[in-house]
C-alpha cells in the first residue's frame, strides 16, 4: 500500500522543540523529493520545507528558516523535521508530501504551541 504516516505531533510550549517523523511505504522512496507542509486553521496550506532524494539539498520557508531542519534516512524511508525555538504562529497541522504517479499525502499530525 502506498502512503505516508505521519507522526511526533504534540502540544509544547513557545521556544521547545518536536521533531516530526514520515514513513513512507508502497514506493522508492530514495528516489523522491519530499516536503513538510502546514496548515494553520482558516490559512491555506503552505510548503514549510523540501529535501531532494538524496538529502544534499534543502530549501525552508523564510518563516522556518534557521529553526527548522528538514532530514531523511532513505535506509527507513523516513523523513523527518526538527522543530527548535517554536512560536505561537507555528501551531498547524503537519503533513508529508510526495510527487509520486500523483500527489500523495499524509493525514497530517497535530501541532500545538501554547503555554
Known amino acids: 500500500q502506498v502512503q505516508l504516516v505521519e507522526s511526533g505531533g504534540d502540544l509544547v510550549q513557545p521556544g521547545g522543540s518536536l521533531r516530526l517523523s514520515c514513513a513512507a511505504s508502497?514506493?522508492?522512496?530514495?528516489?523522491?523529493?519530499m516536503r513538510w507542509y502546514r496548515q494553520a486553521p482558516g490559512k491555506e496550506r503552505e510548503l514549510v520545507a523540501t529535501i531532494t532524494c538524496t538529502g544534499d539539498k534543502t530549501n525552508y520557508a523564510d518563516s522556518v528558516k534557521g529553526r527548522f531542519t528538514i532530514s531523511r534516512d532513505n535506509a527507513k524511508n523516513t523523513v523527518y523535521l526538527q522543530m527548535n525555538n517554536l512560536k505561537d504562529e507555528d501551531a498547524a497541522v503537519y503533513y508529508c508530501?510526495?510527487?509520486?504517479?500523483?500527489?500523495?499525502w499524509g493525514q497530517g499530525t497535530q501541532v500545538t504551541v501554547s503555554t
Open positions: 508502497g514506493f522508492s522512496f530514495r528516489n523522491y523529493a
Open positions: 508530501y510526495v510527487r509520486w504517479v500523483t500527489d500523495l
